[in-house]
């Protein structure tokens, strides 16, 4: 479904991103792992349009994206939810979430229907306003937001970021339901272990480097991988 090729990402002569080869199917989560640094956020950036890379292919269900801007990207069903998350401190939760949705009323009803599902702690929260939400409460409306647009591949930089392991809990318990339901993820983490637990494809990325990891193979080294990436 979402094939990213020789991908390159350089700031001002730093490479940041070195021919990252990456495919997302069309279900269930991809993970790409790595420290602090490593480029994920360039990459993830690069894929939603955000920064320009130096090279590369970027081509979603056949359909050649490379050349096209970040509102061509979203339209064409990239979601990124950022590592900064952006839910705006003036509007309610609920506010926020609708700023994602897109076409019929009633389509987008029963969406978000579906997304309390998936985090029915959203109803508690969702007239608070967005200045008063926890960490795990924004990371909950950015994923919501993001799915109200239905989108072909959901893309989440670090959604475990700065969270207490119990929100970290309901955050990716939330994901991996989606995925379940057939939603294409590709899921960016420091947090290695929990992502590759719930993923069935993964990448790990060094340096600006990636390697592909048969992670669910019985001679997958964990000490290695933690030892090289995480
Ligand atoms: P993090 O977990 O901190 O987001 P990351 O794996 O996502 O790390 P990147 O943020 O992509 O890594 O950074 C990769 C490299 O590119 C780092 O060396 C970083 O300092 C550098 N870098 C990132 N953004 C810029 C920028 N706008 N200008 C210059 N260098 C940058």
Not at 73 to 82: E, H, M, N, T
Not at 129 to 137: A, P, R, V
Request: hydrophobic fraction near 45%.
């Amino acid at each position: 479904m979402l094939d990213i090729t020789d991908l390159s990402v350089s700031y001002k002569g730093i490479e940041a991103v070195r021919g990252a080869t990456l495919s997302v199917p069309g279900g269930g989560i991809t993970c790409l792992i790595g420290r602090n640094g490593a480029g994920k956020s360039s990459l993830v950036n690069a894929l939603a349009g955000l920064v320009k890379p130096s090279g590369g292919r970027i081509v979603l269900d056949g359909k050649d994206l490379s050349r096209a801007g970040a509102a061509t990207r979203s339209r064409a069903g990239i979601a990124l939810v950022p590592e900064s998350r952006r839910v705006y401190g003036s509007l309610s939760a609920l506010e926020n979430i609708w700023l994602g949705a897109r076409g019929n009323k009633r389509e987008a009803e029963e969406r978000l229907a579906s997304i309390i599902e998936l985090f029915p702690a959203i109803e508690r929260f969702q007239d608070r306003g967005g200045n008063q939400l926890s960490g795990g409460e924004q990371q909950m409306v950015a994923i919501a937001r993001a799915l109200m647009c239905d989108p072909k591949v959901l893309v989440l930089d670090e959604p475990s970021l700065g969270l207490a392991p119990i929100v970290v809990k309901a955050v990716l318990g939330g994901i991996e339901q989606l995925a379940l339901r057939g939603q294409a993820i590709l899921l960016i983490e420091q947090n290695g272990r929990a992502a590759l637990r719930i993923s069935q494809h993964a990448y790990a990325m060094a340096r600006g480097e990636i390697h592909s990891l048969d992670h669910q193979s019985p001679e997958f080294n964990e000490r290695e991988l933690q030892a090289l990436y995480l």
